[in-house]
């Protein structure tokens, strides 16, 4: 039976990717070869967010970074990405999934050293503000409730 469009089922590369770069500079080239399709929001979801996330070779998911007030979960659906947390590396593969707890402190970010794409789901709640704390690039993002973003660094100077 083919989607008619009408009900709350959908083929999820049928919403369009987008590319959001909110770092300044120096930081605003790493996330070159990222682009990630908000699958919740053209749908209703308001709770949290679900985005299908395209890595392509030799990009990176993000800086590495751990946020204060949301959770972050993340599945793998195509390709081989190396996790970078504080333990050090693990390569993961299809099927493989990540937790990141709010405020456990442990920064990550998935690298794609393959030749190949990567593709994985991002699922986290939406808090009504956070800090996300980049340690290896000394920059704190403040997000408020309505989405204002604006960077220090970690001492609470401005960027």
């Known amino acids: 039976m083919s989607d008619n469009g009408n009900g709350p089922a959908f083929d999820?590369?049928?919403?369009?990717?987008?590319?959001?770069?909110?770092?300044?500079?120096?930081n605003d080239k790493v996330l070159s070869g990222k682009s990630r399709r908000a699958l919740g929001d053209p749908h209703g979801l308001t709770k949290f967010g679900v985005n299908l996330t395209d890595l392509e070779?030799?990009?990176?998911?993000?800086?590495?970074?751990?946020h204060s007030a949301e959770d972050e979960f993340i599945y793998i659906v195509e390709g081989t990405p190396i996790l970078v947390t504080d333990a050090g590396e693990q390569?993961?593969?299809?099927?493989?999934?990540?937790?990141?707890?709010?405020?456990?402190?442990?920064a990550h970010r998935l690298e794609n050293r393959s030749d190949a794409l990567v593709r994985?789901?991002?699922?986290?709640?939406?808090?009504?503000g956070e800090q996300?704390?980049?340690?290896?690039?000394?920059m704190i993002?403040?997000?408020?409730?309505?989405?204002?973003?604006?960077?220090?660094?970690?001492?609470?100077?401005?960027?």
């Open 141 to 159: 993002m403040n997000r408020t409730a309505d989405d204002h973003r604006s960077f220090t660094k970690l001492d609470g100077t401005p960027f």
């Open 57 to 66: 070779p030799g990009a990176f998911s993000a800086l590495r970074h751990w």
């Open 132 to 138: 996300v704390k980049y340690p290896d690039d000394d």
């Open 91 to 106: 390569q993961l593969q299809p099927g493989m999934c990540a937790c990141f707890p709010a405020a456990s402190e442990d």
């Open 12 to 26: 999820p590369l049928s919403v369009e990717a987008f590319v959001r770069n909110p770092y300044p500079p120096p």
């Open 120 to 128: 994985f789901l991002e699922v986290g709640n939406r808090s009504d």
